[in-house]
């Protein structure tokens, strides 16, 4: 498994735009897929963003498609999601994941950072 911690979060207005990094641990990280996920209170964990091991494939929700953009730079064991026109109903806890394949199922997935919390103000 990979060590992962996500940062980035915070609070914007709805409109607004935030950058979440995700830093891995470990040589192997070009080898993993990565997922973004949030949590909004009250909801089932859902899949917001992948990408495969190079990068070269994306897959994103309906409700972000467009608005987020997920990329990595493996030379930094870091993933991103760029996050622009903010919406309220974005505000969630958002969590990183890593899996050994290019998935979007959230079973797939088998190590998960702690999350960071973002909140959109309308």
């Known amino acids: 498994q990979v060590q992962l911690l996500e940062s980035g979060g915070g609070w914007v207005q709805a409109g607004g735009s935030l950058r979440l990094s995700c830093a891995a641990s470990?040589?192997?990280?070009?080898?993993?897929?990565m997922g973004w996920f949030r949590q909004a209170p009250g909801k089932e964990r859902e899949f917001v963003a992948a990408i495969s091991r190079s990068g070269s494939s994306t897959a994103y929700a309906d409700s972000v498609r467009g608005r987020f953009r997920v990329s990595r730079d493996n030379a930094k064991n870091t993933v991103y999601l760029q996050m622009a026109s903010l919406k309220a109903e974005d505000t969630a806890v958002y969590y990183c994941?890593?899996?050994?394949?290019?998935?979007?199922?959230?079973?797939?997935?088998?190590?998960w950072g702690q999350g960071t919390q973002v909140t959109v103000s309308s």
């Open positions: 470990g040589r192997t990280f070009s080898s993993y897929g």
């Open positions: 994941a890593a899996t050994p394949r290019y998935t979007i199922q959230r079973a797939d997935f088998d190590s």
